[in-house]
Structures are given as structure tokens and as C-alpha cells.
């Protein structure tokens, strides 16, 4: 779900961090990310210090009153885990997803 802002408004920056205690290369191997008028995020590297959190990517995205993603923790290709996650963008913005 994407609410749109003044058509004139220049790009903002989405930054996705993730905190889990779920064991990397173990518990998942990979990270998909989805959002909302952009591409989906695969990241198979899964090594960083997730349990005080790290930065799994950034977007640039058009300023929307409600931005719309979804973070899924992968095993060999099936979800284990997925949360949802809606922020406003009319700025720069950060999301920490909790797992």
C-alpha cells in the first residue's frame, strides 16, 4: 500500500535494518525484502551482528503518506518468519524489524 504525495516531490531514502535472534546460515540463509513500488531485495549473505541489529538495505523512493514492506527470513527458500512493517515517507525515514 502506497499513499502519494505532491507529484513534485523529489525522491526520500527508506533504510531497512533487521534485530533477530535467529541463528544465521542455521535458522535462515537468506533475506528477502519487498516493498511497494520497488524491486525486491534477495540478500544471501546473512552474515552480521543481527541479535544489536544491521542494515539490510536502502531504497530511494517517490514520498508517499504510507509506505507498505515486508521482511521474510528464508531457509533454503521458504519463509520462516515474515513481518510487516508501514512508515510514512514523506522524509527520510529508518525501520528496524524486530524478529
Known sequence: MALACSST?????LRVDLRTDLIPGV??????VQ????????RSEVEADWLTGARV??????PV???????SLLLQG???VSRRALTS??????????M
Not at 35 to 42: K, M, S, T
Open 9 to 13: 516531490d523529489g525522491p526520500v531514502t
Open 35 to 42: 516493498i511497494d513500488g520497488a524491486d525486491d531485495l534477495l
Open 65 to 71: 503518506d504510507l509506505q507498505a514492506l515486508e521482511l
Open 57 to 62: 538495505g536502502e531504497w530511494q523512493l517517490a
Open 78 to 80: 521458504t519463509p520462516v
Open 27 to 32: 535458522e535462515f540463509d537468506a533475506i528477502r
Open 89 to 98: 515517507l514523506r522524509e527520510d525515514a529508518g525501520v528496524t524489524i524486530t
